[in-house]
């Protein structure tokens, strides 16, 4: 029988690992959030708090849930807090390394019988299970972001992934209220298998001058009724994500047609990677944001 969840772990406290510990408290879930930085753990349950707090001025969940789901959520400073977890959800940076010496460090810590997921949006599934003790009980569960607000998961089976950890995955966002689809385990899945190279696109019609950012940015929101436009969105994202996704499809697919643009990277480079350093294809230092091309 597929394994019944109660309590989740969620290792990564930023935007991501914070919207994912939102949704669970609020679905009932009991939640412990851990991160590399305690100051960080902290700092993300008052980001919950506060995004609660906006759901609740508009209609969306009474101030009593909130209550409740903010209590449901405690920090979890160490890795040996999420030893009681039924499922441990990783939302670290999109580094392969990093993302698998989480889960060497992690594993001893854990009940035999608790599912691991990644919130991976690019990385092989297949992979990061096999460094794992349990492969059998490994899932991708790539939420979009912000996750309090995007409907949609992706569910990556790897190789080794069996029936009852699938079944566990698909109640489990079912529950949260989401709306699944199932990927298979290839290079950046779905969503970002598409929206990443026209991204990436709309930075090379940059590159050669076709465009500026406004102009590309008001074509794609005008023409195509894209509600925002895709170098906005890149920022929104965060540059270095993009890139790291971009050299994902580059490397595991082996098509010229992936090839991140030069800009993304010089940009990247710079430590301009959108809005949570201020600066990206806008500056976002002042009243509004400027285009810096």
């Known amino acids: 029988m597929p394994l019944e969840i109660k309590k989740v772990g969620v290792i990564g406290a930023g935007q991501m690992g914070n919207g ?3 949704v669970c408290a609020l679905a009932g879930y009991d939640v412990a959030l851990n991160d590399i930085d305690p100051d960080r753990i902290r700092a993300g349950i008052a980001t919950i708090n506060g995004n609660m707090s906006r759901q609740v001025a508009k209609g969306l969940v009474t101030d009593e849930a909130r209550q ?23 939302s670290a940076t999109e580094r392969e390394e990093l993302k698998r010496k989480i889960f060497t460090s992690l594993c001893p ?15 092989s599934i297949t992979r990061l299970a096999a460094g794992t003790d349990r492969p059998e009980r490994f899932i991708g569960v790539h939420f979009m972001n912000p996750v309090p607000i995007m409907e949609l998961v992706e569910l990556v089976r790897g190789i080794a992934t069996d029936d009852d950890t699938f079944e566990a995955a698909k109640t ?3 529950r949260l209220g989401k709306t699944y689809a199932v990927a298979e385990d290839f290079p950046a899945f779905i969503v970002n298998r598409i929206l990443l190279p026209m991204v990436n696109e709309a930075i090379y019609t940059l590159y050669e001058g076709v465009g500026s950012v406004e102009s590309i940015d008001k074509a794609m929101r005008l023409g195509a009724n894209h509600p925002m436009g895709p170098l906005q969105l890149a920022d929104f994202i965060g540059l270095d994500t993009c890139l790291a996704i971009m050299q994902v499809l580059h490397e595991g697919l082996a ?10 990277v010089k940009y990247v480079e710079a430590g301009w990677l959108g809005r949570k350093t201020k600066r990206g294809f806008y500056d976002y230092r002042g009243e509004k944001p400027v285009p810096t091309r």
């Open 172 to 174: 489990f966002v079912s």
């Open 20 to 22: 994912i510990a939102h």
């Open 109 to 123: 810590v854990l009940r035999p019988e608790t599912l691991l997921a990644s919130n991976t949006s690019s990385i």
């Open 68 to 90: 409740v789901a903010i209590d449901r959520i405690a920090p979890a400073d160490t890795l040996e807090a999420l030893e009681s977890c039924d499922l441990v959800i990783e």
């Open 255 to 264: 098509d010229s047609k992936y090839r991140p643009c030069p800009l993304l």
